[in-house]
């Protein structure tokens, strides 16, 4: 368990038997009312566990969270709703809390039913009350085809904001991505909460992409119970920032067959809303993941990519220049030396894309995987 975790906040991960004997059923729960912010896909083909966490998180306070993974229960009808309801009135039953106090989520395959005689055996036998939150037992619960575990625990002042998140595919999202929760003994009122939560997954995880797929299931929520005491918004935001860039960074090198992790910098834009709109679309191209697997300075592959944001009139090649780390690949001459250093920079570990697009002042920052062998391995395979 970490030393370092949010007070107030209790947890148990236990083994439903959903596809087989590792765990994957969690909840954490706050000691005391919170506040709450949320967001969730946009999907039109969401499950039950987002149209339940939706209404629960409407009034702005929640107890906390119960979550499955290995099965996604979308796509399942009115039985899965149903079954959705028990899990989460039984969790709350037992707990001495009503079913709308708790956000619920839910992460793996489409199309099939929770085992509920095995669920409702696991459910039976939970011992309460909830022990202090390991949120890292928590973290690793939740994976499906992860890799590692995604937790991260942070100070801000006296108080500490802890969280957890899963995922390595089907990441492209509109609001957030994946499943992340963060949980807070730091003091917001809700309204600030919600300001601070909505810019800080502007600039993380929605700006994230593994393989331009959105999930059915994605949810992002933060819990703020308040015993350690009120907090300073600008440290909290930017401390909350900090530690969901690196859960991002975290999901980006963790993508379904990655290799390697991959940065798009986006500056000189007309705005904000370019830049990332220009990352998005370069750091998407299987061209480029593929270049950037195979340490290929092809940047003009980064180049084809630009100008596919074909709307965007402002955009001129001549005044746009591209670099692979530190060096100029674009305008500059193409040279043994520049494709060499451009070469070296790839078979890092990270790869860092510049663009300057020399039209104004917008910046932003995108984050995805490279493409490999791998993710087709695993999607091929994926329920079989």
């Not at 506040?35 to 969730?40: H, L, N, R």
């Not at 393989?211 to 918004?233: H, M």
Request: aromatic letters at 6%; glycine letters at 8%; one cysteine or more.
């Amino acid at each position: 368990m970490s030393s370092l975790s949010p007070r107030g906040f209790r947890s148990r991960t236990a083994a439903l038997g959903i596809k087989d004997a590792a765990d994957d059923f969690t909840v954490v729960l706050s000691e005391v009312p919170a506040a709450v912010s949320a967001v969730f896909t946009r999907s039109r083909f969401v499950g039950p566990s987002v149209t339940l966490s939706r209404e629960s998180t409407a009034a702005g306070e929640a107890r906390g969270v119960v979550i499955i993974a290995r099965n996604a229960n979308v796509a399942t009808g009115a039985e899965g709703m149903a079954n959705a309801k028990e899990v989460r009135a039984t969790v709350a039953e037992a707990a001495g809390l009503s079913p709308e106090e708790l956000l619920i989520a839910s992460t793996g395959v489409i199309g099939r039913q929770y085992p509920m005689d095995r669920v409702r055996d696991g459910l039976s036998e939970l011992q309460w009350p909830l022990p202090e939150a390991d949120l890292p037992a928590a973290a690793k619960a939740i994976m499906t085809t992860d890799t590692v575990a995604k937790h991260v625990a942070l100070p801000c002042g006296d108080a500490t904001i802890g969280a957890i998140a899963k995922g390595v595919g089907m990441i492209e999202p509109n609001m957030a991505t994946l499943l992340v929760f963060f949980f807070t003994d730091a003091q917001l009122d809700q309204p600030a909460l919600d300001r601070v939560f909505r810019r800080v997954v502007d600039r993380t995880f929605n700006a994230l992409s593994i393989d331009t797929d959105t999930s059915t299931s994605d949810s992002a929520a933060i819990f703020a119970n308040g015993l350690a005491g009120p907090v300073d918004e600008a440290e909290f935001e930017s401390v909350l920032y900090k530690a969901a860039l690196q859960l991002v960074r975290k999901i980006a090198s963790d993508g379904e067959g990655a290799s390697k992790l991959i940065e798009v910098r986006v500056v000189g834009a007309r705005d904000d809303a370019q830049a990332k709109r220009v990352g998005k679309t370069v750091v998407n191209s299987p061209l480029v993941k593929t270049a950037v697997h195979g340490a290929d300075p092809n940047w003009g592959r980064v180049a084809m990519a630009i100008g596919k944001c074909e709307d965007d009139l402002d955009i001129d090649p001549s005044h746009v220049v591209i670099r692979f780390g530190e060096t100029e690949t674009y305008p500059a001459p193409v040279t043994d030396e520049v494709l060499a250093a451009a070469t070296s920079h790839l078979k890092s570990d990270e790869v860092v894309i510049t663009i300057d697009l020399g039209i104004a002042a917008g910046e932003f920052t995108v984050y995805g995987c490279d493409l490999t062998d791998g993710y087709i391995r695993i999607n091929a395979d994926y329920t079989t």
